[in-house]
């Protein structure tokens, strides 16, 4: 791989980070709700159906902010019970970002959801699990399966 292609995948990873930790800062914190109950289901084909964004309203406007966030590299995304983000990227996001784009996610999440284990679950476009990152509070890392 040249120069010019490592400089351009590390530019994008930091520019990346740099707009959702901004983004998710200047947001200030969003105090969880009780869970909305009973919510549609959306169907968008016979093998996958999308869910609200999420099962809080806390967690509906986190779903929201990546999707508007993230154009270009998120093309679905849910939070449940405020520890829990899924999302689904697009084709454009090559395998060696991933990482990075779950890296930026989980730290926007943790802003949003304070004093909590999180986990972040990466779907290619297919809707099949291809990377899971799980924030521990205690040690502040972030181990990816």
């Known amino acids: 791989m040249s120069v010019i292609q490592q400089l351009r995948k590390i530019l994008a990873a ?3 980070i740099l707009v959702l930790t901004t983004t998710a800062a200047c947001s ?3 105090q969880a709700k009780q869970p909305t109950s009973n919510l549609p289901v959306i169907s968008r084909g016979s093998e996958y159906a999308q869910l ?3 099962n809080s309203e806390s967690g509906q406007d986190f779903g929201n902010w990546v999707l508007q966030t993230a154009k270009g590299l998120v093309q679905d ?3 449940r019970d405020n520890n829990k ?3 689904v990227i697009t084709p454009q996001v ?3 970002d ?3 784009l779950a890296h930026s996610l989980a730290e926007g999440f943790r802003r949003n959801f304070p004093n909590q284990d999180l986990t972040i679950l990466v779907y290619a ?3 099949k699990l291809i990377l899971t990152a799980e924030y521990d509070t205690q040690s502040q890392q972030i181990k990816y399966q």
Do not use: C, M, S
């Open 14 to 16: 930091v520019v990346l």
């Open 28 to 30: 200030g914190t969003v």
């Open 52 to 54: 609200e964004l999420g």
């Open 77 to 79: 995304a849910y939070v």
């Open 85 to 87: 983000l899924g999302v």
């Open 94 to 96: 090559r395998p060696n």
């Open 98 to 100: 991933v990482q990075p």
């Open 125 to 127: 476009p297919d809707k």
